[in-house]
């Protein structure tokens, strides 16, 4: 039997609030079995960047990462919020080390092609190109890795990446060693049935119900990219994918989940 392992999405509107963030992180700090955490902060990045009259760009919702944007989200991803994260785990007695995909090479990653858009300075990542036995070691060490979405090209520049994209490449990468849940933790109780009403969680969902769940117009169409995620990390092996509330990740790392778990 495969140890379990927690891998860990943890959403912008809760690294934005500095109560809810060091709750989130009292609860991680609990969690029994290994676990990394992969976090976002591009408020924040963004915040910064009008400080320093830098405005942000984005196409249909995704950050145009320019030259002066990528010295922004390195400064803020993987400097300010990774290393306030780490910082307040140490405090709660949870090893954490801060990492980016370039610390140990441990997320080469490929710069987006230009096809229509030029994203600029932008990764994707696939899981074979994860050094998963450089983490099982950091892993075994009693380290918890804390990963900023942030990878490289293996020819010296840093790539903004899309977090829940690590944390699935992650958590496929990882289920060779382990038997892995993969959570991603955000605002809402989990994938709504009605987006108006916050207690419409889908306990569970399979590959049969969410297409029937579709065909009925049942899901709110920006959900649909996580879960479409969701079902590609456990054709590639990931045990299971859990997407709920920030504040039930203690519940949902346990066999009585909150929000909804997809199998």
């Not at 379990?4 to 959403?11: A, D, E, T, Y």
């Not at 400064?75 to 140490?90: D, E, P, R, S």
């Amino acid at each position: 039997m495969k140890q379990p392992l927690f891998v860990i999405k943890i959403g912008g509107n809760v690294i934005d609030d500095e109560a809810k963030l060091a709750l989130f992180l009292q609860d991680f700090a609990r969690i029994q079995h290994p676990c990394i955490l992969v976090h976002g902060g591009g408020k924040i990045a963004t915040r910064i960047g009008d400080q320093m009259g830098i405005a942000s760009n984005y196409v249909d919702g995704r950050r145009i990462t320019d030259d002066d944007t990528i010295d922004i989200v390195t400064m803020v991803y993987g400097g300010l919020v990774n290393k306030k994260i780490v910082a307040q785990l140490q405090a709660l007695g949870c090893n954490a080390i801060g990492l980016t995909g370039a610390d140990a090479n441990m997320m080469p990653a490929t710069k987006r092609p230009v096809k229509t858009i030029d994203y600029g300075w932008v990764g994707d990542v696939t899981p074979q190109q994860i050094a998963a036995t450089t983490l099982q070691g950091l892993l075994q060490l009693g380290l918890q890795p804390v990963f900023a979405p942030l990878t490289h090209d293996s020819a010296g520049h840093i790539l903004n990446t899309n977090a829940d994209t690590i944390a699935s490449s992650l958590a496929i990468a990882l289920s060779e060693y382990y038997t892995v849940r993969l959570l991603y933790c955000f605002e809402k109780k989990g994938v709504l049935e009605n987006v108006d009403d916050d207690n419409s969680v889908i306990a569970s969902i399979t590959q049969h119900n969410y297409q029937q769940l579709k065909d009925e117009g049942k899901l709110f169409a920006g959900i649909l990219p996580k879960i479409d995620n969701a079902f590609a990390a456990i054709h590639a092996g990931v045990h299971e994918v859990l997407i709920g509330h920030a504040d039930d990740l203690l519940q949902n790392t346990t066999e009585k989940t909150s929000g909804t778990l997809i199998k």
